[in-house]
């Protein structure tokens, strides 16, 4: 039987819908989420990205501010505009659009940020307590994932769920999360040989690689689960993921489509991630929301 297709695209628009109450809720109390969005350059595809995000925040009512910046702006410039932001009373969250310029280091810039200014989930202290199981920014793709999982049903608890990817934005943390939602959790990446055995034994697989068609009908188990993160340009200018697709959702049990599935999650987790910066930062709505 062919796999159910996991519409992240829907489970997205359902979940925009409902964060767009929560936002007229909070504006009807006085808080206006906000978010800042730091683009540096003009890759093409980076600014194709950053507008769906501020797109996004309009269509469910969050404020959005974008920051440009030029290709060649110097780290100190940089830094300021994030310290500039992480002052600014009107903004909750902020995200630093990667990649960025060699001149800039990146871990310098995420560890500006204000933690709890960090709706990317990327800064050391939202890292180290995701890792300990506190309360923190999770971040989105990862968050997105567990997100459509739930949607569809599916319980992670007991499984075998098996990364190939070892990502500082995808990989780890995502092995992270499922851990701390009882999955036994394998990482894999590009030493691990053969991968294959590896992949054949999941439960849960989720590809985080950057390869079309790294994984074939061979290489999983019937009935497996496969979430695909990949996102790769084919010969014809398609986005297409790191699972060769029409072959494996005949062997799995569920699979998710690129384009229209992790993707629209992680953008969606993104707000999710505003709103809570923006409570976070009210005590009195923050208490009154428990
Ligand atoms: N600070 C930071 N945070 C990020 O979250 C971040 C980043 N930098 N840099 C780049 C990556 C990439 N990323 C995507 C999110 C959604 C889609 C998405 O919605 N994709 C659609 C299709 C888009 C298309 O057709 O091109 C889909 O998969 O259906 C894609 C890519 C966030 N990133």
Do not use: W
Request: glycine residues 8%; aromatic residues 2%.
């Amino acid at each position: 039987m062919p796999a159910k297709l996991i519409d992240g695209k829907q489970i997205a628009a359902d979940k925009r819908q409902q964060i767009k109450v929560k936002v007229q809720e909070l504006a009807e109390k006085g808080l206006v989420p906000g978010l800042a969005v730091i683009l540096v350059g003009e890759n093409p595809a980076s600014q194709s990205y950053v507008k769906g995000k501020i797109r996004d925040c309009k269509e469910v009512g969050i404020h959005s501010e974008l920051i440009r910046l030029p290709e060649t702006v110097t780290e100190e410039e940089l830094l300021a505009e994030v310290v500039r932001l992480n002052r600014a009373p009107s903004i909750h969250g902020i995200l630093v659009q990667l990649p960025l310029p060699k001149q800039i280091s990146e871990d310098k810039v995420i560890e500006t940020i204000a933690p709890e200014k960090d709706v990317d989930g990327f800064h050391p202290v939202n890292l180290g307590k995701m890792m300990i199981g506190q309360d923190c920014f999770e971040p989105c793709t990862p968050a997105g994932i567990i997100e459509m999982l739930h949607a569809c049903k599916i319980r992670i608890a007991g499984k075998h769920v098996i990364i190939v990817g070892r990502s500082h934005i995808v990989g780890k943390p995502a092995s992270q999360l499922f851990l701390n939602h009882d999955a036994t959790v394998t990482i894999c990446h590009s030493r691990t040989t053969p991968l294959a055995e590896y992949t054949k034994q999941a439960d849960i697989l989720v590809v985080a690689v950057g390869h079309a068609g790294l994984i074939g009908a061979e290489d999983i188990k019937p009935g497996a689960i496969v979430v695909d993160v990949g996102m790769n340009r084919n010969a014809d200018g398609k986005l297409v993921g790191d699972v060769e697709f029409p072959e494996v959702s005949q062997k799995a049990s569920f699979i998710t489509p690129v384009p229209g599935g992790v993707g629209p999650m992680t953008r969606v987790m993104l707000l999710e991630n505003t709103v809570k910066a923006a409570l976070a930062s009210d005590g009195r709505l923050q208490s009154e929301s428990r």
